[in-house]
T-cell receptor, first 113, second 113 residues
């Protein structure tokens, strides 16, 4: 069975400072891992995905994530937060060729002006 | 935008009624999945259709059913609505290839009274 744990339900950072959203996963097989973002009243948008290629994955809007098998982690980072980054972020795991997606409970990111 | 549309955007029903939600996938995407997102939670996988056949199901009762049509549209049907069915319902169409990304629609928000 596959699962993800997002370690923080809410993260607040000041504009211009780094962002770190933490995610640990559990999977019986080599997983695919994703980060999706959900802005209020909008659909889910893919930020980035890991599918067994390079362990450091670069996504849209300056976000990146590093797959660490030894730590079963896939943390999301951004060097400098922008006001438009305020949203809900979901870490997602899939085992079966990107079919069934299992979502974490989400981390709400607040940006302080 | 993801190219995936859903209708209606909002819906209010009463307990015991039946509801049909609709999704239009990107052209060429043969796989569509449906997810339920309760308030404050991550989306949960309901089921998936591939070429008009259900080929994966999450932990949802049979009163949740679906259809997929050759024109890349699909439906989610829920019978005998319960109060706990109140949620945001998301459909996702999957791109081609072994690591095809899932593209989500904006969702239908269902309120059951």
């Amino acid at each position: 069975a596959q699962s993800v744990t997002q370690l923080d339900s809410h993260v607040s950072v000041s504009e211009g400072t780094p962002v770190l959203l933490r995610c640990n996963y559990s999977s019986s097989y080599s997983p695919s891992l994703f980060w999706y973002v959900q802005h209020p009243n909008k659909g889910l948008q893919l930020l980035l995905k890991y599918t067994s290629a390079a362990t450091l994955v670069k996504g849209i809007n300056g976000f990146e994530a590093e797959f660490k098998k030894s730590e079963t982690s896939f943390h999301l980072t951004k060097p400098s937060a922008h006001m438009s980054d305020a949203a809900e972020y979901f870490c997602v795991v899939s085992e079966a060729n990107n079919e069934k997606l299992t979502f974490g409970t989400g981390t709400r990111l607040t940006i302080i002006p | 935008e993801t190219g995936v549309t859903q209708s209606p955007t909002h819906l209010i029903k009463t307990r015991g009624q039946q509801v049909t939600l609709r999704c239009s996938s990107q052209s060429g995407h043969n796989t569509v999945s449906w997810y339920q997102q309760a308030l404050g939670q991550g989306p949960q996988f309901i089921f998936q259709y591939y070429r008009e056949e259900e080929n994966g199901r999450g932990n949802f009762p049979p009163r949740f059913s679906g259809l997929q049509f050759p024109n890349y549209s699909s439906e989610l049907n829920v019978n005998a609505l319960e109060l706990d069915d109140s949620a945001l319902y998301l459909c996702a169409s999957r791109g081609t290839g072994p690591f095809g990304t899932q593209y989500f629609g904006p969702g239908t928000r269902l309120l059951v009274l």
